[in-house]
Protein backbone atom coordinates (compact mmCIF):
# COMPACT_ATOMS: atom_id res chain seq x y z
CA UNK A 1 0.00 0.00 0.00
CA UNK A 2 2.97 2.43 0.58
CA UNK A 3 3.53 2.29 -3.12
CA UNK A 4 0.35 3.23 -3.86
CA UNK A 5 0.30 6.02 -1.56
CA UNK A 6 3.81 7.40 -2.83
CA UNK A 7 2.56 6.82 -6.43
CA UNK A 8 -0.74 8.76 -5.62
CA UNK A 9 1.48 11.49 -3.60
CA UNK A 10 3.92 12.21 -6.40
CA UNK A 11 1.36 12.32 -9.22
CA UNK A 12 -0.76 15.06 -7.46
CA UNK A 13 2.53 17.02 -6.66
CA UNK A 14 3.49 16.74 -10.64
CA UNK A 15 0.41 18.26 -11.67
CA UNK A 16 -0.33 20.72 -8.87
CA UNK A 17 3.14 21.75 -9.06
CA UNK A 18 3.57 22.54 -13.19
CA UNK A 19 0.22 24.45 -12.50
CA UNK A 20 1.62 26.39 -9.90
CA UNK A 21 4.62 27.01 -12.14
CA UNK A 22 3.15 27.54 -15.10
CA UNK A 23 0.82 30.29 -13.89
CA UNK A 24 3.33 31.71 -11.01
CA UNK A 25 6.73 31.58 -12.36
CA UNK A 26 6.16 30.96 -16.68
CA UNK A 27 3.34 33.34 -17.17
CA UNK A 28 4.97 36.36 -15.58
CA UNK A 29 8.49 35.08 -16.82
CA UNK A 30 7.21 35.32 -20.77
CA UNK A 31 5.11 38.20 -20.46
CA UNK A 32 7.30 40.56 -21.96
CA UNK A 33 8.11 38.35 -25.24
CA UNK A 34 6.69 39.32 -27.90
CA UNK A 35 3.44 37.63 -29.39
CA UNK A 36 4.63 34.94 -31.66
CA UNK A 37 7.56 34.30 -29.26
CA UNK A 38 5.29 34.14 -26.13
CA UNK A 39 2.46 31.86 -27.57
CA UNK A 40 4.86 29.85 -29.41
CA UNK A 41 6.77 28.97 -26.23
CA UNK A 42 3.62 28.29 -24.61
CA UNK A 43 2.98 25.67 -27.17
CA UNK A 44 5.82 24.05 -26.50
CA UNK A 45 5.43 24.12 -22.96
CA UNK A 46 1.38 22.91 -23.02
CA UNK A 47 2.48 19.78 -25.51
CA UNK A 48 5.25 18.87 -22.64
CA UNK A 49 3.16 19.54 -19.65
CA UNK A 50 -0.28 17.89 -20.67
CA UNK A 51 1.55 14.40 -21.56
CA UNK A 52 2.95 14.62 -17.42
CA UNK A 53 -1.24 15.59 -16.38
CA UNK A 54 -2.16 12.42 -18.27
CA UNK A 55 -0.07 10.48 -16.86
CA UNK A 56 -0.78 11.81 -13.58
CA UNK A 57 -4.77 11.37 -13.83
CA UNK A 58 -3.96 7.79 -14.71
CA UNK A 59 -1.99 7.10 -11.42
CA UNK A 60 -4.41 9.29 -9.42
CA UNK A 61 -7.17 7.28 -10.24
CA UNK A 62 -5.41 3.95 -10.28
CA UNK A 63 -3.74 4.69 -7.12
CA UNK A 64 -6.62 6.58 -5.15
CA UNK A 65 -9.51 4.30 -6.32
CA UNK A 66 -7.11 1.03 -5.48
CA UNK A 67 -6.28 2.55 -1.92
CA UNK A 68 -10.43 2.61 -1.65
CA UNK A 69 -11.05 -0.60 -1.72
CA UNK A 70 -7.65 -2.53 -0.42
CA UNK A 71 -7.41 0.21 2.74
CA UNK A 72 -11.06 1.24 3.31
CA UNK A 73 -12.89 -1.73 2.23
CA UNK A 74 -14.53 0.16 -0.38
CA UNK A 75 -16.45 3.15 -0.77
CA UNK A 76 -19.00 2.81 2.39
CA UNK A 77 -16.35 2.96 4.64
CA UNK A 78 -14.77 6.08 3.86
CA UNK A 79 -13.40 9.47 5.88
CA UNK A 80 -14.85 12.77 4.65
CA UNK A 81 -11.74 13.88 3.80
CA UNK A 82 -11.39 11.28 1.25
CA UNK A 83 -14.50 12.22 -0.06
CA UNK A 84 -13.53 15.32 -0.28
CA UNK A 85 -10.21 15.06 -2.23
CA UNK A 86 -12.52 12.67 -4.46
CA UNK A 87 -15.00 15.01 -5.45
CA UNK A 88 -12.43 17.73 -5.80
CA UNK A 89 -10.36 15.55 -7.94
CA UNK A 90 -13.10 14.73 -10.64
CA UNK A 91 -13.86 18.70 -10.89
CA UNK A 92 -10.27 18.68 -11.44
CA UNK A 93 -9.91 16.41 -14.29
CA UNK A 94 -13.26 17.72 -15.79
CA UNK A 95 -11.78 21.00 -15.93
CA UNK A 96 -8.30 19.51 -17.96
CA UNK A 97 -10.88 17.21 -20.71
CA UNK A 98 -12.17 20.55 -21.34
CA UNK A 99 -9.24 22.53 -21.26
CA UNK A 100 -7.56 20.02 -23.40
CA UNK A 101 -10.36 19.47 -26.23
CA UNK A 102 -11.39 23.14 -26.01
CA UNK A 103 -8.96 25.92 -25.38
CA UNK A 104 -5.67 23.59 -26.33
CA UNK A 105 -6.77 22.09 -29.36
CA UNK A 106 -7.96 25.57 -30.43
CA UNK A 107 -4.96 27.22 -29.24
CA UNK A 108 -2.37 24.65 -30.62
CA UNK A 109 -3.99 24.69 -34.65
CA UNK A 110 -4.05 28.73 -33.77
CA UNK A 111 -0.50 28.81 -32.81
CA UNK A 112 0.83 26.75 -35.90
CA UNK A 113 -1.06 29.07 -38.59
CA UNK A 114 0.84 31.79 -37.21
CA UNK A 115 -3.15 33.68 -36.28
CA UNK A 116 -1.57 34.79 -33.31
CA UNK A 117 -4.21 37.57 -32.30
CA UNK A 118 -7.04 34.45 -31.69
CA UNK A 119 -4.32 32.27 -29.77
CA UNK A 120 -3.57 35.16 -27.46
CA UNK A 121 -7.84 34.61 -26.80
CA UNK A 122 -7.32 30.52 -26.73
CA UNK A 123 -4.25 31.36 -24.30
CA UNK A 124 -6.52 33.25 -21.87
CA UNK A 125 -9.21 30.67 -21.39
CA UNK A 126 -6.41 28.35 -20.67
CA UNK A 127 -5.28 30.43 -18.41
CA UNK A 128 -8.52 31.11 -16.47
CA UNK A 129 -8.90 27.02 -16.19
CA UNK A 130 -5.12 26.44 -15.24
CA UNK A 131 -6.02 28.85 -12.31
CA UNK A 132 -9.12 27.77 -10.96
CA UNK A 133 -7.47 23.95 -11.02
CA UNK A 134 -4.43 25.56 -9.49
CA UNK A 135 -6.55 26.68 -6.46
CA UNK A 136 -8.63 23.48 -6.25
CA UNK A 137 -5.68 21.48 -6.75
CA UNK A 138 -3.97 23.46 -3.34
CA UNK A 139 -7.25 22.77 -1.74
CA UNK A 140 -6.84 19.31 -2.15
CA UNK A 141 -3.10 19.33 -1.28
CA UNK A 142 -4.74 20.55 2.19
CA UNK A 143 -7.02 18.01 2.36
CA UNK A 144 -4.96 15.31 1.71
CA UNK A 145 -2.23 16.89 4.19
CA UNK A 146 -4.74 17.34 6.85
CA UNK A 147 -7.57 15.64 6.58
CA UNK A 148 -7.07 12.56 8.56
CA UNK A 149 -6.97 14.84 11.31
CA UNK A 150 -10.10 16.20 11.43
Known amino acids: MSAAHALHVLAAVLWVGGMFFAYMILRPSAGPLEPPDRLSLWARVFQRFFGWVWG ?3 VLLVSGYGMIHLEFGGFAHLPIYINVMQGLGWIMVLMFLHLFFA ?3 RFRRLVAAGDFPAAK ?3 EQIRMI ?8 LVVVLVA ?3 RYW
Open 56 to 58: SIL
Open 103 to 105: PWK
Open 121 to 123: DQL
Open 130 to 137: VKINLGIG
Open 145 to 147: GSG
